[in-house]
């Protein structure tokens, strides 16, 4: 097939998100595709340009990029909404007995195959996942994203101390079957899949283990993704864990795990030095605001991470938070800190593209990014304008009507 017949343009309400502050709307639009790729977004009737390109009128609906979820445990799929409780008790009740059954490929296959059809039912097409602690169910997630074509940065988890039995593991086996997961699958499907190390939080996790993390990271340059600062009680327990170091942050510091390929989620219980800790080494925030407010786990200081120079995405962190969708991520981030809604959706977005360092590959559609996007349907409005707002405090799932992953319809 030549080029000329794999073009394609798209009509309808296209948003396209630039900063925290500027988003362009293009009422009509039409979306410019060429393979998988974007050729351009254009307020002019293009067609008289590539007269032999397949058209499909949206109408009233909207074109999005697709999502970007910063922050997803995956083997927490099928306990969504399920546990009440703060952290540690709802892990301990719930979230454990549940990464336990990952010990069965079987299971594990199941739940992979439905989360990435869901992720992307959702309109969610690039994902930072945690696994469980098995290698091969991680190995099956991969291969489930892989199908599914989406973008995704996956991980093992690593636990080797204060975990149940069934999750406990050995540090050297730990190390060494991520090791493997790292070489097997990191830039394979041409670099659309990522590993990330994964040292579930400093609670689980040995002195020893989080320093042989760090010193891989920083000899491979692999991505790492933990937790940090999410609930009262867990602050408490890190300090009562390590009484010599000076605080949640610098006990990662002092391990080699904060750098610029650093996604840490939470960070809401931080001090003023550990804020600038983070800034200097760059480290990316994955805000979860669905979860914190389910796990009442307390409000992340939005504007002073940001006051800080951090670079802020969304995280819908099921099961801790109840949605896949990450139209209820930015409603309750707008909820949480008063943000606007065009910031909201830069943080669902091109925010999260720029922390996982793909915002040359997606996150917007600028010309020569990957043709992700979702097209929404939402109730009629009066100006084009005001259909941002109705998507972040109105919109789920249930709006989503298609989803492309470059340029190939996999949701509809
Ligand atoms: N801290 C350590 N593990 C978890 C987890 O699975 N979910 C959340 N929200 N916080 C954690
Ligand atoms: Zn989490």
Request: hydrophobic share 40%; aromatic share 10%.
């Amino acid at each position: 097939m030549g080029t000329r017949d794999t073009r394609r343009i798209f009509k309808g309400l296209v948003i396209n998100p630039l900063a925290p502050d500027r988003v362009d709307y293009y009422d009509p639009g039409y979306l410019v595709i060429e393979g998988e790729k974007i050729v351009r977004i254009t307020a002019d009737d293009p067609r008289w340009e590539f007269p032999d390109a397949k058209f499909r009128d949206f109408n009233e609906k909207i074109i999005l990029p697709g999502f970007v979820d910063t922050h997803v445990h995956l083997p927490q799929f099928a306990m969504m909404g399920v546990g009440e409780g703060e952290l540690l008790t709802w892990l301990n009740t719930y979230t454990y007995p549940e990464e336990a059954r990952f010990a069965d490929p079987a299971y594990a296959e199941e739940i992979s195959t439905t989360f990435f059809d869901e992720l992307v039912a959702n309109g969610t097409t690039t994902a930072a996942i945690y696994c469980s602690i098995h290698e091969p169910a991680t190995d099956i997630a991969f291969i489930a994203a892989r199908a599914k074509g989406v973008r995704a940065f996956i991980g093992k988890v690593m636990m080797d101390r204060n975990s149940p039995p069934g999750l406990m593991e050995d540090t050297e086996r730990s190390i060494h079957a991520s090791v493997r997961l790292f070489e097997k699958w990191d830039n394979n499907d041409g670099g659309r899949l990522r590993y990330v190390f994964t040292p579930r939080f400093a609670a689980s996790c040995s002195i020893s283990l989080m320093h042989r993390v760090g010193q891989i990271a920083r000899e491979t340059g692999a991505f790492v993704q933990s937790h940090l600062a999410e609930n009262v009680n867990e602050v408490r327990w890190i300090r009562d864990l390590f009484p010599d170091k000076p605080s949640y942050a610098g006990v990662y510091d002092d391990a080699g795990l904060l750098g610029a390929r650093t996604i840490m989620a939470h960070c809401i219980h931080l001090s003023a030095e550990e804020i600038n800790l983070l800034a200097k080494r760059e480290v990316k925030i994955a805000f979860c605001p669905y979860s914190n407010q389910t796990l009442r786990s307390g409000t992340m200081p939005y504007r002073k991470l940001q006051d800080a120079g951090l670079m802020i995405s969304l995280g819908t962190d099921i099961a801790g938070g109840p949605s896949l969708s990450m139209f209820e991520q930015m409603r309750e981030a707008i909820r949480a800190t008063a943000m606007t809604p065009t910031e909201a959706l830069y943080l669902a977005t091109l925010a999260g593209a720029r922390s996982l360092g793909i915002s040359d590959h997606i996150g917007n559609f600028a010309a020569g990014k990957d043709a992700d996007f979702i097209v929404v349907d939402v109730k009629p409005r009066r100006k084009a304008e005001e259909a941002l707002s109705t998507l972040c405090l109105e919109s789920d799932k249930k709006c989503v009507v298609e989803v492309y992953v470059r340029g190939n319809l996999m949701y509809f």
